[in-house]
């Protein structure tokens, strides 16, 4: 058996007896204009061999995309769930052979057996086995995928080669709506319990290939919670006996099973290649959903010198107060296995970044962004200069919104996840930078625009009419008022 992946949710499965195009998208942009692939990609249409069965999931339409289906020859099998829309758009389009299926419908072709099963989103949806002589293959798209499911997936197949899963939290809406727009822990950790009761012999992070673009743009920041890396990441921690069969999959790759044994080939499809892999402009980043961090340099430091003392101070200085504090202020961090990523943005809109891995043994601070990294800082160059020279205080960063944090701190395994009690994991420049270290100098350096320099002290008057402290009580006596 083979699997091409187009992009998204779009494959081509090869088996020993039939050809199958499942989801088929390629154009972009899709979604009426507001998606596009991520990572990027080119579809030669017309290089797409033939195929005997064309199976769309939904009607949504990463999923159901119009302008390939009008595309495609019309003389296939198509296998759609029970709805409506998806049947009478289709014989609209020019196709005859359409056959509604039920949930655990199969199919049958020679050896090879195709079976529908069961998602519980409101929309007619469905994922679907496809099994031969060389491999059972469960393709659950993105349908929640309850346990009854898989029970009955693994009533019909004890033995599910390969798991296409569905693998992030979308967080569509969320911002629109007033919602919560923090790391989905609860509903990560029943993922991750669902896939456990597959019991996969090899797994794959599927659709999800796409991104906002124009005006929809914006919600990229908070709609992709968990980077591919970090849920490949996860699966090797919670499957370790998994760790050689964790595929993730690019557009123009395609995956051989046989019997037990597994093949990727990286950009091998004939039909399509992928241009770049732009997976970073996905990034989850919350707190700068439409308000992307920009320094204007209020105290107008000088550019190259700020520069230097910050890579100075989070290289050196911020690496040895870390190996230092290691078994006290930062014991939390190696716990958790923190991997901490820092970004300063400078006035010229340059930005610098650098990741801490506190799950290494040995601290180093590296540049550069860090896939699986799960605790973020933001802030301004100018305002982390001013805290390193005492001019400013977390008060004023916070308040200034020129310092911004999050993190997806959690621990895993097959049974779901766990997360600090103490929800606030610590910065490690505000504990580096904290309130005791700028010690009342950022009131010493407002006060320097405010105390005249040529002011004489020598002489203070004294007060004629002092206030008389008796024990826990103070008395200030009235003047006298003297009569003309």
Same mark, same amino acid.
């Given at each position: ?37 991520? %990572? ?17 999931? *939904? ?45 655990? *419908? ?23 086995? /496809? ?13 929640? /995928? ?6 009955? &997936? ?75 890396? @970090? ?17 993730? !999959?690019? %557009? ?19 039909? &399509? ?45 911020? @690496?040895? /107060? ?12 190696? @716990? ?10 400078? %006035? ?46 977390? +008060? ?7 310092? @911004? ?6 621990? !895993? ?40 320099? +040529?002011?004489?002290?020598?002489? &203070? ?15 200030? %006596? ?7």
């Amino acid at each position: 058996m083979k699997i091409h992946t187009i992009g998204h949710a779009s494959i081509f499965v090869e088996t020993q007896d039939c050809r199958i195009l499942m989801d088929p998208v390629l154009w972009d942009p899709f979604c009426e204009g507001l998606n596009e692939s991520c %990572p990027q990609r080119e579809v030669i249409a017309d290089k797409i061999p033939e195929f005997d069965f064309l199976v769309i999931s *939904h009607q949504h339409l990463d999923h159901f995309d119009l302008r390939s289906l009008a595309y495609l020859p019309k003389k296939v099998d198509v296998l759609i769930p029970r709805d409506n829309l998806l049947l009478n758009s289709l014989s609209q389009l020019g196709y005859s052979r359409i056959y509604p299926l039920n949930d655990f *419908h199969k199919v049958k072709v020679g050896s090879t057996t195709m079976m529908t099963t069961r998602s519980e989103i409101a929309v007619p949806e469905y994922g679907m086995v /496809f099994a031969d002589e060389s491999a059972v293959f469960w393709n659950a798209v993105d349908t929640y /995928f309850a346990p009854p499911t898989i029970q009955k &997936v693994r009533e019909n197949y004890p033995c599910i080669d390969f798991l296409l899963t569905p693998w992030h939290i979308s967080m569509e809406g969320k911002y629109q709506y007033n919602q919560s727009i923090s790391f989905p822990f609860e509903l990560y950790g029943q993922l991750i319990n669902l896939i456990s009761l597959v019991e996969a012999k090899a797994i794959a992070p599927g659709a999800q290939g796409w991104k906002y673009i124009k005006q929809a743009a914006w919600q990229n920041k908070v709609v992709f919670p968990q980077t591919r890396e @970090r849920f490949c990441h996860d699966l090797k921690i919670a499957f370790p006996e998994l760790e050689e069969r964790i595929f993730p !999959l690019d %557009p123009g790759d395609i995956l051989t099973l046989e019997k037990g044994e597994y093949h990727h080939s990286v950009g091998s499809c004939e039909y &399509v290649n992928k241009i770049v892999d732009d997976r970073e402009s996905v990034e989850f980043c919350p707190v700068n959903v439409s308000n992307d961090l920009a320094d204007s340099n209020p105290e107008n430091y000088d550019l190259e010198i700020m520069k230097q003392v910050i890579n100075e101070e989070i290289c050196v200085n911020l @690496r040895q /107060f870390i190996i230092d504090g290691q078994k006290s202020l930062f014991q939390d961090h190696f @716990r958790w296995q923190i991997i901490y990523q820092l970004e300063v943005i400078f %006035p010229d809109s340059a930005v610098q970044k650098w990741h801490i891995d506190f799950s290494q043994e040995t601290i180093e601070v590296s540049p550069g962004r860090k896939p699986i990294a799960n605790l973020f800082s933001y802030i301004t160059a100018s305002s982390l200069y001013s805290t390193i020279q005492k001019n400013r205080d977390w +008060d004023y960063l916070t308040c200034s919104g020129e310092y @911004r944090t999050f993190h997806k701190i959690y621990s !895993l395994s097959r049974l779901g996840i766990i997360t600090p009690k103490n929800s606030h994991i610590a910065d490690p420049i505000q504990l580096k930078w904290s309130s005791d270290y700028v010690a009342g100098g950022n009131v010493q350096f407002e006060l320097q625009k405010w105390v005249k320099s +040529d002011r004489d002290t020598s002489q &203070v008057d004294e007060d004629e009419n002092p206030m008389l402290v008796l024990g826990n009580i103070s008395i200030k %006596p009235k003047k006298k008022i003297k009569l003309s």
